[in-house]
């Protein structure tokens, strides 16, 4: 059991950069698979990008290739999402979420997690 706690929301304007922090408590840190999510008003929640710690296997939704990155820090125990290129669409609360068998299936699968963050919002404003 991991516990997340999101930062790093906020409003930009479109073309503009966030990078959002996924703090992570627990023992089986590197042992999950954490994820970046959204949901944005009146829409199911996707999957943006995810990674393996242990070995870093890296999955992203097709609408965030080349703009968002994901990576970690092991000392800090934090995952993080830097977003650049910013549009509108973008536009949603994002979560972390953790889960060591994610990759069981498809990894960026909302069904594949069972411990969630609370979420941090971005807004981009055109």
């Known amino acids: 059991q991991v516990q997340l706690v999101e930062s790093g929301g906020g409003s930009v304007q479109t073309g503009g950069s966030l990078r959002l922090s996924c703090s992570v408590s627990?023992?089986?840190?590197?042992?999950?698979?954490i994820g970046w999510f959204r949901q944005a008003p009146g829409k199911e929640r996707e999957g943006v990008a995810t990674?393996?710690?242990?070995?870093?296997?890296?999955y992203y939704a097709d609408s965030v290739v080349g703009r968002f990155t994901i990576s970690h820090d092991n000392r800090e125990n934090t995952v993080y999402l830097q977003m650049h290129d910013l549009t509108p669409e973008d536009t949603a609360m994002y979560f972390c979420?953790?889960?060591?068998?994610?990759?069981?299936?498809?990894?960026?699968?909302?069904?594949?997690?069972?411990?969630w963050g609370q979420g941090t919002q971005v807004t981009v404003s055109s």
């Open positions: 979420a953790a889960d060591p068998a994610a990759g069981r299936g498809w990894p960026l699968s909302v069904w594949a997690y069972n411990n």
């Open positions: 627990g023992k089986t840190y590197t042992s999950n698979w």
């Open positions: 990674m393996y710690i242990g070995t870093g296997s890296t």
